[in-house]
């Protein structure tokens, strides 16, 4: 199996254009294990991690995350996602975020990902390049079901990008271990202030990461009513009403890790918590 | 002439030695089994039968045997001998001939030049299955009109405890069903052994096992060979827990050997080694207790179903565990225990720590406290109250003798001191590492509520009911560089729990030399017996110290003829150099060592079946998120018996280690099937307790010698797994108020109330083949 570690974006490029049959390695979090049960026999890879452009980020009100940067990293120098940062801490072990990368998280595109509820909470774009140009596309219609994505064969994801939404955000992960659990259920919440805009995502609950826009306009009306710049007080029955609806927008299915009574159960206390979180601040 | 004050030893018995092997295993230098390599050597691959329940209609091996760098691929038809193999009973062949009784089962195995080409012989091997509905229910296959799935019939093990009064009545009656998941032993090394063949013929297997000899017997039996021409040698050995107690790869790496006559390795992966060895028993328990009005237990009746899978592995041991300790540690005046072991399509069950006394404790402890709240009574008190005292008897009519400080334990261990309260609802920044779903944050205090609970429990040491128990050593006190230094040999399996540093620190302390060599384990010396049932210490220790003390004598004889008698050592005290020229010719002493004879089983179980008991009292404190169901054990307090700690430091390690697997099996470790299929057979589904989950240990080592053992030293490994369970699970009921009646606890459970329903009718005490679907 012919393995190309790529030092710049052209050469890489240039590779899976000439060469569609090619499975790209960042951090190996994914692969490797997919290989070490047999169940991959790539025809041929290739190693993106080295490549600077992927390791480079920058802050402000536009935010842009390459795509090679590691989980480590992120929680180091930090993402311009509080809920990011959170979600990257729930990733595996120490070991497994110093190798794991959030281009690899969009790369897999596993409901599961730990990341891509917060990205479809940001209303992130997802960078997309090839040989003939640059696509950006919208996390919502990036993933397109269970490790599937709008990712072309001779496209390499390089970054994400959002909007800097502020620090009324969040991500939480239920799993039935105390770390280093894959996600039963996981919820990303943001309240950007600014642009009196409200995010909520679930990941683990479908077939892909699933927006609940019902509950994000309940919120929204609920923030109208106490001001966008004022706490957020939830009475009892507001904190049920969200989870309802939360819980509603939820698609899950029985499986090893979980019921999908649980799963929608769950969603619906982790609503009301996260809410209850943002809103006090 | 004075003598020069003598350096004190260091690592005799008492003190906590630091590991031999610790530094090499913590550095990535030891070598375990899967690292073994030889010159030219193949590589072995297996194929597993799909299905849990089939004929097999057709074997083609043609295409695989005619890929380039296959050396062989063999199936039953290959098999030298039609012997089976088994621990307690034959009952499997090596590959299967005809029939396949798990998914899992081995059906042909192959050779190859490297593991890829290997995994490829392996594919490329085509088998006709004709599929047969699977029984997967213990219960129903225990029916009479279940299929036979062996010719003797579904029934393993039948085991029936009668004491006093079967029929006795109280005034508090609690009676209740439980359920105990299959557990796995995920021992962190997989499966390895490497099998070169011999120029007479044999073959030399070395093996990361628990039980040389016994593998050894099972291997020359299946080859058609004579033992003498089958060696073993023990590789180094990461983990075993009872996983390594059965012949997993050991006979199909000799047969490849044998066929090729080129050294073969074998190594599983981890999702080979969940299909490959044998898990604990899943359990069904009915239970009913009575009691006095003022809290003195009447009886204890319970049924109880072991799902041995397909093949019986040691089954027949576990069900007369899971019977004899199916009391408790406490005074039952009238006991009825029936315990069957049935044969079904899922993946055979055998030994792992605790092996049957943690299906039955989970269930008479639940009970306990269920009794105590219908008496409404402190449910520590209840269990002072009927602890079992010296001279007692429990249900098997066997007076606990030497020691049963029951009473005392429980006592100690609800004393040990409680972990600091829980943190409240918390703002701000916060150690999220400390609360349920840890860093997911799902609470920062939110839905948290503390439970404590205590739970005691009980299993016998060394091997039981007649069983010829015996570890034999060889010493050999030799002079070196004008020093004196012991060589010891056992076949003893270090297995990770610590019986090298244990024959070190007894040479030592026996002979005062410093310098101590545990060789190598092989099979040219005579058998250890198994490195489980808590005996290593007991039986091989025994050996050790009985063989030291004849080394000691012959040199008390040759220092008094060279008239240097005052100068023999005392114990813990280092031998004089001056002794040193007495070691030519070098004493050598081989001695076996047996405790004392057991009974043998009879009908009713009314007997001395055991050579002794092992107690140990756990206290769990508990966070649950009752919103969420999510599990963060806060500590666990536990009084041991241990006897006397050999090194307290290891014992400390037994004690915590065993309570990481009851915790396992308490909240998350579950070998999840469907219709006999492994579901989870990875360490990404199959969920072991992280540093995260495992809380602070507080450890009080009860030193009370058991007179029989060497220095009063009981084994220690299995109850820190017996108790620790049914303590946590406790403390999430008293957390939360759930019945909980089945292990491992799921977030399902805790939230929405559900409890274990086996849709089986059964009276406790009742035939479990007389149990009714409902």
């Not at chain 1, 959170?86 to 281009?103: D, L």
């Not at chain 2, 279940?146 to 405890?161: K, M, S, W, Y």
């Not at chain 2, 990361?208 to 180094?236: F, S, Y």
Request: glycine share 10%; proline share 7%.
């Amino acid at each position: 199996m012919p393995v190309l570690i790529a030092r710049r974006l052209d050469e890489a490029l240039d590779e899976l254009a000439a060469h569609p049959d090619t499975t790209v390695l960042a951090g190996g979090t994914d692969l490797m294990v997919e290989l070490n049960f047999g169940r991959a026999r790539p025809a041929r890879v290739l190693a993106v991690d080295r490549i600077d452009e992927l390791r480079q980020s920058a802050g402000g009100s536009r935010v842009r995350l390459g795509a090679a940067v590691t989980y480590a990293r992120l929680l180091r120098d930090g993402a311009g996602s509080r809920a990011l940062e959170e979600a990257a801490r729930t990733v595996g072990s120490p070991q497994i975020r110093g190798a794991g990368t959030v281009g690899g998280n969009l790369g897999t595109c596993s409901p599961a990902g730990d990341t891509l509820p917060v990205l479809a909470a940001l209303d992130a774009v997802v960078v997309l390049r090839s040989a003939r140009g640059e696509r950006r596309v919208p996390f919502a219609e990036f993933m397109t079901g269970p490790k599937r994505s709008v990712r072309r064969s001779d496209e390499l994801i390089v970054a994400a990008e959002w909007d800097d939404a502020g620090p009324a955000q969040t991500f939480v992960k239920v799993g039935t271990r105390n770390a280093m659990v894959i996600a039963v259920a996981s919820l990303a919440m943001v309240i950007d202030r600014a642009r009196r805009r409200v995010g909520i995502a679930l990941g683990s609950c479908g077939p892909t990461i699933l927006r609940a826009p019902d509950a994000e306009r309940f919120v929204r009306v609920l923030c109208d009513e106490a001001g966008w710049d004022r706490p957020l007080r939830l009475s009892e029955a507001e904190r049920t009403e969200l989870g309802r609806l939360v819980s509603a927008a939820a698609r899950p299915i029985d499986d090893v890790r979980g019921t999908s009574a649980y799963r929608r159960h769950v969603l619906g206390v982790i609503a009301g918590r996260a809410l209850a979180r943002l809103g006090a601040a | 002439m004075t003598v020069a004050a003598r350096p004190r030893l260091r690592g005799v018995v008492g003190e906590s030695a630091p590991r031999s092997d610790a530094p090499p295993k913590t550095q990535g230098a030891f070598a375990y089994a899967s690292d073994l390599a030889r010159e030219g050597m193949l590589h072995g691959a297996t194929l597993r039968s799909p299905h849990p329940r089939a004929r097999i209609a057709r074997i083609d091996v043609e295409a695989a045997r005619a890929l380039p760098g296959v050396a062989a691929v063999l199936t039953a038809a290959d098999l030298p001998t039609k012997v089976k193999f088994g621990l307690m009973k034959l009952d499997q062949l090596p590959l299967a001939d005809g029939r396949v009784r798990y998914a899992g089962e081995p059906v042909a195995i192959v050779a190859a030049e490297d593991p890829e080409r290997a995994r490829e012989a392996v594919r490329a091997v085509r088998v006709e299955y004709e599929v047969l509905p699977a029984v997967t229910d213990p219960v129903a296959a225990l029916h009479p009109d279940a299929p036979r799935l062996h010719d003797d019939g579904n029934v393993i093990e039948d085991v029936r405890v009668v004491h006093g009064d079967p029929d006795a009545r109280a005034d508090v009656v609690v009676e209740d069903e439980y359920e105990v998941a299959m557990q796995d032993q995920a021992p962190l090394g997989p499966e390895a052994g490497l099998a070169i063949p011999d120029p007479d013929g044999g073959v030399t297997l070395h093996v990361a096992t628990q039980w040389l000899h016994e593998d050894l017997r099972q291997i020359a039996a299946c080859l058609g060979l004579p033992e003498r021409k089958v060696r073993l040698v023990l590789a180094g050995v990461g983990g075993a827990f009872g996983a390594r107690e059965d012949v997993t790869l050991q006979i199909h790496v000799c047969l490849l050997a044998l066929a090729t006559r080129r050294p073969v390795r074998i190594v599983y992966g981890r999702e080979e080694s969940f299909h490959g060895h044998v898990h604990r028993h899943a359990a069904r328990l009915w239970y009913a207790h009575g009691a006095t009005r003022d809290g003195d237990l009447v009886f204890v009746r319970a049924s109880i179903v072991l799902d041995g899978g397909g093949y019986a592995s040691s089954s027949s041991a576990v069900v007369a565990n899971a019977a004899c300790f199916g009391a408790g540690p406490y005074r039952v005046p009238n006991a009825l225990i029936h315990a069957v072991g049935a044969y079904t399509n899922n993946p055979p069950a055998g030994a792992m720590r605790g092996f049957g006394a943690v299906q039955s404790c989970f269930a008479y402890e639940a009970q306990m406290d269920r009794l105590a709240a219908a008496l409404g009574m402190d449910p520590v008190a209840l269990r002072g109250r009927n602890a079992l005292r010296d001279g007692d008897r429990i249900v098997t009519g066997q007076a606990v003798e030497g020691s049963a400080p029951v009473a005392d334990l429980i006592r100690r261990c609800a004393a040990l001191p409680p972990p600091a309260p829980p943190p409240g609802l918390i703002a701000g920044e916060v150690d999220l590492t400390a609360l349920p779903g840890g860093v997911g944050n799902v609470t920062r205090g939110e839905g948290v509520r503390r439970g404590t609970a205590l739970a005691v429990g009980f299993k016998n040491a060394c091997y039981s009911h007649a069983f010829d128990d015996f570890s034999t050593a060889r010493v050999r006190l030799v002079r070196e560089r004008g020093e004196p230094v012991a060589y010891v040999l056992t076949a003893a399996a270090e297995v990770g729990q610590g019986i090298v540093g244990v024959c070190e620190q007894i040479a030592r302390t026996e002979l005062g030399v410093q310098r101590v060599v545990v060789e190598t384990p092989d099979t040219s010396i005579g058998s250890a017996g198994s490195s489980s049932a808590s005996r290593q210490t007991w039986m091989t220790g025994g050996a050790v110290l009985a063989a030291c003390r004849e080394v000691k004598a012959e040199l008390a004889r040759r220092a008094e003829a060279h008239d240097r008698v005052r100068r023999t050592p005392r114990d813990g005290e280092p031998v004089d150099v001056d002794l040193a020229p007495l070691l030519d010719p070098p004493i050598e002493r081989t001695v076996t060592h047996r405790h004392r004879p057991t009974e043998p089983r009879d009908a009713t179980t009314q007997n001395a079946g055991h050579v002794a008991f092992l107690f140990a009292a756990h206290r769990a404190t508990v966070d649950v998120d009752v919103e969420t169901g999510i599990v963060k054990v806060v500590q666990v307090a536990t009084s041991q018996d241990v006897g006397k700690a050999i090194n307290p430091l290891a014992v400390v390690g037994q004690l915590e280690g065993g309570i990481a697997q009851g915790l396992g099996l308490a909240v998350m470790e579950e070998v999840r099937l469907q219709g006999g299929l492994m579901r989870n057979a990875s360490f990404t589904d199959y969920l072991l307790p992280t540093t995260l989950d495992m809380p602070p240990v507080v450890c009080d080592l009860v030193e009370h010698p058991h007179p029989d053992a060497p220095y009063g030293a009981k084994g220690v490994g299995e109850p820190p797994t017996i108790s620790s369970t049914p303590a946590i699970v406790a403390a999430i009921r008293a957390a939360t108020g759930r019945e909980l009646n089945r292990v491992p606890v799921r977030p399902d459970d805790i939230v929405f109330g559900t409890a274990a329903r086996s849709g089986w009718r059964m009276r406790p005490g009742a035939d479990p083949r007389t149990a009714v679907r409902m």
